[in-house]
């Protein structure tokens, strides 16, 4: 039974971490839309991030442990846990912005 539960879940994780997707709200209904947004890919360290997508508008502080660390783009947050990419996110309006960058560090 322990094994089914394991799969089932491994298995579920799979299938999310593909997808790309924006939250929007329609009649007070939360929807899931597919995000046109570029953003960093898991496992892609800082320094790489930075050379494709540049300097980020913020940096925040890393927190935690593992020490995680967000850096945001007018587009979209990146996650990290040490200098590698846990996960990235579109921001609110990124569909306007995507494709942009910001090239000015805070």
């Not at 046109?36 to 930075?50: H, W």
């Not at 494709?52 to 846990?81: K, L, M, Q």
């Not at 590698?84 to 921001?91: E, G, K, L, Q, W």
Request: proline residues 6%; hydrophobic residues 40%; charged residues 20%.
């Amino acid at each position: 039974m322990q094994t089914r539960v394991l799969v089932a879940l491994l298995c579920s994780c799979a299938a999310t971490t593909a997808a790309v997707a924006e939250t929007i709200l329609v009649e007070d209904q939360v929807k899931l839309r597919d995000s046109a947004v570029d953003t960093p890919k898991r496992g892609v360290t800082m320094t790489q991030v930075e050379a494709r997508f540049g300097a980020p508008a913020t940096r925040h502080e890393a927190v935690g442990a593992p020490p995680i660390t967000r850096w945001d783009y007018p587009s979209f947050s990146v996650f990290f846990e040490h200098d590698r990419v846990i996960h990235a996110v579109a921001t609110p309006g990124s569909t306007e912005q995507a494709g942009s960058s910001s090239k000015s560090a805070s």
